[in-house]
């Protein structure tokens, strides 16, 4: 007898894969969301967020989609590139583009794995930037990690339908390879609060004068990789949050 092999959740324990967040950003064709979401639905993931799509809803998402048209009847579509990371604990960048101060860089098998550490625990998010253009600059530091597929160098251009199909199966086979729980990995601090305490440091460094807002050059996009590499947990920010206040009741 053969039997395929299921990955290990339980009833207290949902299945990680309903943690992970697919986030299209200004996607510009509509097929390529249905086809994302075909894509999905194939490996087991349900939550796809659209960023400023060019067209949706749209009939040809919804042909492209076939019998996984539910994904697209919950889609949240979104205004802001915060909104669609809201409440989530770790963000991958998927470019294949190489990046001045760049994050830690992973393929998407190791990618995936390190999603699915976090996703075991709480909401995390996999970020696909515009089909001609990929992800901004602005988008890259939203995020913790950057993930690539590794491609023909002598063409390296992938659908984003495509890039979802690759990412969902890989993501599928961590869960399918790890059956048992990860090991705790602590607080990890979420979206929100790490965008808040990017806003307090920067105030903080304004007041003191350590940075020019005129003249910012590079500084904050350097401090997001310094603590994107330290994956910071929720009570490390609280500390450094704190410090911040009581130099600032200081000046």
Known sequence: FLFWQQPYFT?????????????????SHPGNIGAAARAMKTMGLSALYLINPRLFPDREADARAVRARDILDKIKVCTELDEALENTVMVAAMTARPRDLSHDVYNARQGARELLRYARQQPVALLFGAETSGLTTAEVNKCQIIIH????????????????????????????????????????????????????????????????????????????????????????????????????KRW
């Open 11 to 27: 009833m207290n324990a949902p299945c990680p894969l309903d943690n992970v967040r697919i986030v299209l950003s200004h996607t």
């Open 149 to 248: 597929i590794p491609a023909n160098p002598e063409f390296s251009s992938l659908n984003l339908a495509s890039a979802v199909q690759v990412m969902a199966y890989e993501l599928r086979m961590a869960l399918i390879e790890n059956e048992e729980p990860a090991s705790p990995i602590g607080s990890p601090v979420s979206f929100n609060d790490l965008e808040l305490f990017y806003a307090h440091l920067e105030q903080a460094m304004i007041a003191s004068d350590f940075l020019d807002p005129q003249k910012p050059k590079l500084l904050m996009q350097r401090i997001r990789r310094l603590f994107a590499r330290a994956r910071l947990e929720k009570e490390e920010v609280q500390i450094l949050r704190g410090i911040l206040t009581a130099l600032g």
